[in-house]
């Protein structure tokens, strides 16, 4: 689905954080990314989906080479990224309206927005939230409605990151019960082993740029 | 949250009262309608109207007594010192002479007048749109036809300025934990500045995932909209309340 080939990224010219990465996430693949702080697996996951440009080499997603910032709102739609901080993501003033933002930017009509919010919420078991104000939500409704949100445009991959970051014991179960229901193909960078050992299927460990 | 937050004027008082079931909108224009006609109008009489006018309608809109005082309160401070100081400069008939310095009729005529103006429409606005939901408040404004971009702003100064304001406190706090206290001296000012920098890259960092956020949900510089509320026609109730606010402000302005 998504490939990397010989991929290189430098915020400082002096210190690549990513020299020379190749990378296949195919249907099917559930793949932990680990490595210590710092080593670029953000990075890693914002060049997926073109939130940053590689100095050199190529990002093939869905089967076409993607360079500019128009090929990849395709790729933006069919692999979900759900950020490090759910504040980030949830921009709108109520939940119906950030989840029904995704669709209703890929051109659905308010009618079939209103079914789909209203399908994944319940999918997600978070009926109740509908038309709460995104800002006064605790921190667990507020990842779970992000990843909502994510959802909300059947997406074919799922790149998350430090998916259960800060959240309590019960929220944590909930979210991994959800995420290992679900048939997408996924990249999912933790530090929680837990997560890990339930959700991957594949393990790579980015070090000083390489990935191994 | 427990603790006084910037958006507690956000949060919806009683949303059953006879001014909570009411349009957004049919709010907004009373609380327009009812400052413009306090401000034209200038002789005492009809500015105690118009303040009694505006006590009722806090009544209607059940806000609490306390926290409404405790918020004209800081109005009051800030009007203070001019309010004290106008019978002595405006010039006319004398009618006392403490300390020596003469104090006017018109000028305490004037003082009572614009006492009484800035809380007739602090509290009529602190009624009619203070005790809405901000967000509804920003889509009514929407609906009445002000500017999407202006609209689009306002949603995120809202949604926003919680998260940055836990930021500052946040950043705060590790001041304190450090045992810093504001004091004067070249330490603090530089450590304050700091602290203001710090948010600064903070927000804008902020800014730059909020984006990246929204571009990777296929925003393309268009904001969709669910909201098709603007189908709803004003109901029996705003109507019959909008007419009988507008008798009244024809009687204050009379």
Not at chain 2, 32 to 42: G, H, I, S
Not at chain 2, 79 to 104: D, H, K, N, Q
Not at chain 2, 203 to 208: F, P, T, V, Y
Request: net charge positive.
């Amino acid at each position: 689905m998504i490939r990397l080939e010989d991929v290189r990224f430098a915020y400082e010219t002096a210190r690549p954080v990513l020299d020379g990465i190749d990378f296949t996430l195919s249907a099917g693949d559930k793949v932990a990314l680990n490595g210590p702080n710092g080593a670029g697996k953000t990075t890693l996951l914002h060049l997926m989906v073109g939130l940053v440009t590689p100095q050199a080499g190529r990002v093939i997603a869905f089967g076409r080479p993607r360079r500019a910032e128009k090929d990849f709102v395709e790729v933006r739609a069919r692999a979900g990224l759900l950020f490090q901080d759910a504040d980030d993501q949830l921009f709108c003033p109520t939940v119906a309206e950030d989840v029904a933002f995704g669709p209703l930017n890929q051109g659905k009509t308010k009618a079939e927005a209103r079914v789909i919010v209203h399908q994944t919420l319940s999918e997600l078991g978070l009926e109740g939230l509908e038309h709460r104000v995104t800002h006064k939500l605790s921190g667990g409704q507020r990842r779970l409605v992000s990843l909502a949100a994510v959802l909300a445009m059947r997406p074919e991959a799922l790149l998350l990151d430090e998916p259960t970051n800060a959240l309590d014991d019960a929220t944590r179960a909930r979210l991994l019960d959800i995420l290992a229901g679900l048939p997408l193909a996924m990249v999912i960078v933790s530090h929680d082993r837990d997560v890990l050992d339930r959700l991957a299927n594949r393990e790579v460990r980015l070090e000083a740029g390489r990935l191994t | 949250m427990s603790r006084t937050g910037i958006l507690d004027a956000a949060r919806p008082l009683a949303e059953s009262s006879v001014v909570g079931r009411l349009d957004p909108r049919t709010r907004v224009l009373l609380a327009v309608l009812f400052a413009l006609t306090v401000v034209m109008a200038d002789n005492l009489a009809s500015l105690t109207l118009a303040l009694m006018a505006a006590v009722i309608l806090a009544v209607l809109a059940r806000l609490s007594p306390r926290q409404t005082l405790r918020r004209l309160l800081a109005l009051e401070g800030f009007m203070l010192v001019v309010l004290a100081l106008l019978p002595f400069t405006v010039p006319g008939r004398i009618l006392a002479e403490p300390l020596g310095f003469a104090a006017s009729a018109e000028g305490l005529a004037q003082a009572a007048a614009i006492a009484l103006r800035a809380n007739a429409v602090a509290v009529a606005v602190m009624a009619l749109v203070g005790s809405m939901e901000v967000v509804s408040l920003g889509c009514a404004l929407g609906r009445l036809g002000a500017p999407e971009r202006l609209i689009h702003l306002f949603l995120f100064t809202i949604r926003y300025i919680e998260v940055l304001e836990r930021e500052y406190d946040r950043l705060r706090l590790a001041m304190r934990a450090r045992a810093f206290r504001p004091g004067c001296g070249p330490h603090c000012w530089r450590s304050v500045g700091y602290l203001f920098g710090m948010l600064m890259v903070r927000s804008l960092e902020r800014a730059e995932r909020i984006d990246a956020a929204m571009r990777c949900r296929g925003f393309t510089g268009h904001f969709p909209s669910l909201d098709d509320a603007g189908s709803e026609r004003p109901g029996m109730l705003d109507w019959g309340f909008g007419a009988a606010s507008c008798a009244a402000l024809l009687l204050v302005a009379a």
